[in-house]
């Protein structure tokens, strides 16, 4: 009975070690199980991981129905390139073929699309799941969407940078679209991508909020048409909803239309948190944002946007909402904003506000005070008006305030700067402060925080120890 057991025991893990290969890819045979990543796909079943040598690939990869890993066996070596030598996509997962792919420390390089095609580097179609962790996509070209990526199907894409790619029609670095979508997209660099439609950088056109966005750094992309970063495209007559969060807008450009940065459809919603807007431009209006449907920022900061309209930052239309609460927006012209939609502006700096004391909405004119703007810092200074001004109770959006509990910097938010009377509406008798950045005060949090156990967060353990405390007079 002992050596039954132990036979199948044995047996079980034989049978687990089988189903779990690595192959291994390289220029020599001598050294590798095989000399293309095409060759080790072909040799592969579900649950293998494929370990690539540094080195170009000159191929045109297709999974269909796998679960499998590729990644790259040194990155510290060099990169691998998946080359698509102009000849097909680098990779394609095809419509409803139940692939479940990981990719790690890969570079997709040099791929196209034939006509009507979309996902010049790598398309995830419906039906397939991909995670993607630190790769590389450029020079990739698709002839209609998504010229670095394009997904329907179920994808994370984490650390990676998209340079370089263009559509000729929607989405030049980056598509997403389809009502099977589930996206998460986080820590990426979307630079220097091209649309020759809308959405330089990146394309979203799906129904509901089905895509997260995260820590992105957007900048240098260019559309011809709308949204040189960022096109949100409505889903026939169903609204497309779209966060993005504690991300960067930089030097992105609408060529020859509206939204520099940011376009919102007619159908659509777009939310912007913790971000920077910064030199983005547009020559009809909008150098940062057009806003056809609803937009909402709450702490964002806006700088140096430009339109050849009579406001450089925001442009609207008859049929939208434009919200913007606890931020700061810097431009050339008198005006933020052009056009006939509704435009809110509460708890924020921004050139029409009155000089002076805040308006009934909170809202004024004044000199932020940015730490050092001609070299990016737009961090604020001590004494700044934008310090404890800001509206720290209240939903807007869908976003309730208090639920912000860092900065762009991860910081936390609410900090009490005790040189600086409150000036906003507080929570616990702190006030958050305007723009994407939360001042640090040189000593570190007030002697009397609400923040009881520094968590960053209030809750109701906090506060017996802060009436106590506050009653003693917080030494």
């Given at each position: 009975m002992t050596r039954i057991t132990a036979s199948l025991a044995l047996a079980c893990l034989a049978g687990s070690a089988f189903g779990q290969v690595t192959r291994t890819v390289?220029?020599?045979?001598?050294?590798?199980?095989?000399?293309?990543?095409?060759?080790?796909?072909?040799?592969?079943s579900n649950g293998d991981t494929i370990s690539v040598e540094p080195d170009t690939y000159p191929e045109n990869l297709v999974i269909s129905g796998l679960?499998?890993?590729?990644?790259?066996?040194?990155?510290?070596?060099?990169?691998?390139?998946?080359?698509?030598?102009?000849l097909g996509r680098c990779l394609l997962l095809p419509a409803d073929a139940g692939s479940n792919v990981t990719l790690r420390d890969l570079v997709f390089?040099?791929?196209?699309?034939?006509?009507?095609?979309?996902?010049?580097?790598?398309?995830?179609?419906?039906?397939?799941?991909?995670l993607i962790e630190r790769c590389v996509f450029r020079n990739n070209e698709a002839d209609r969407d998504g010229g670095g990526l394009f997904a329907e199907g179920v994808v994370t894409v984490r650390g990676s940078i998209f340079e370089n790619n263009l559509a000729k029609d929607d989405g030049g670095g980056i598509y997403l679209g389809d009502t099977d979508l589930d996206a998460t997209l986080e820590d990426l660099i979307i630079r220097n991508n091209?649309?020759?439609?809308?959405g330089g950088g990146v394309a979203y056109q799906s129904a509901g909020e089905l895509a997260s966005f995260t820590r992105l750094t957007i900048e240098n992309n260019t559309a011809a048409g709308q949204g040189g970063g960022f096109a949100l495209l409505g889903d026939g007559s169903n609204a497309g909803v779209v966060r993005v969060d504690d991300s960067t807008f930089v030097g992105n450009a609408s060529l020859n239309s509206r939204g520099g940065a940011f376009w919102v459809s007619d159908l659509d919603v777009g939310r912007a948190v913790n971000c920077l807007f910064i030199d983005n431009s547009a020559p009809l209006g909008g150098g940062a944002v057009r806003n056809e449907g609803s937009f909402d920022a709450i702490n964002c900061t806006f700088v140096g946007n430009e339109s050849d309209a009579a406001a450089d930052t925001f442009d609207t239309t008859s049929s939208d909402t434009t919200l913007i609460v606890n931020c700061v927006v810097v431009n050339e012209s008198a005006d933020s904003h052009v056009g006939a939609g509704v435009f809110?502006?509460?708890?924020?700096?921004?050139?029409?506000?009155?000089?002076?004391?805040?308006?009934?909405n909170g809202s004024f004119d004044a000199d932020p005070m940015f730490i050092d703007a001609a070299n990016g810092n737009y961090r604020l200074m001590a004494?700044?008006?934008a310090i404890d001004?800001?509206?720290s109770l209240g939903a807007f959006?869908?976003?309730?305030?208090?639920?912000?509990?860092?900065?762009?910097?991860?910081?936390?938010?609410?900090?009490?700067?005790?040189?600086?009377?409150?000036?906003g509406i507080p929570a616990w008798e702190l006030n958050i402060d305007l723009g994407a950045y939360e001042f640090q005060p040189a000593g570190g949090v007030a002697d009397c925080p609400a923040d009881q156990n520094f968590d960053g967060r209030l809750t109701p353990s906090d506060f017996n120890a802060w009436v106590l405390n506050f009653n003693a007079g917080c030494d």
């Open positions: 390289g220029p020599s045979l001598a050294f590798f199980d095989h000399l293309t990543v095409t060759a080790a796909l072909a040799a592969s679960t499998v890993t590729i990644e790259n066996a040194d990155p510290s070596a060099g990169e691998v390139i998946i080359f698509g030598q102009g390089q040099g791929g196209v699309t034939a006509v009507s095609g979309s996902g010049g580097g790598v398309a995830v179609s419906t039906g397939n799941t991909a091209m649309s020759e439609s809308t809110l502006p509460l708890f924020s700096i921004l050139p029409e506000g009155p000089t002076g004391a805040p308006n009934s004494g700044s008006p001004a800001g509206r959006g869908g976003i309730e305030i208090t639920s912000l509990l860092a900065d762009l910097d991860g910081n936390v938010r609410n900090l009490d700067d005790t040189d600086t009377p409150n000036s």
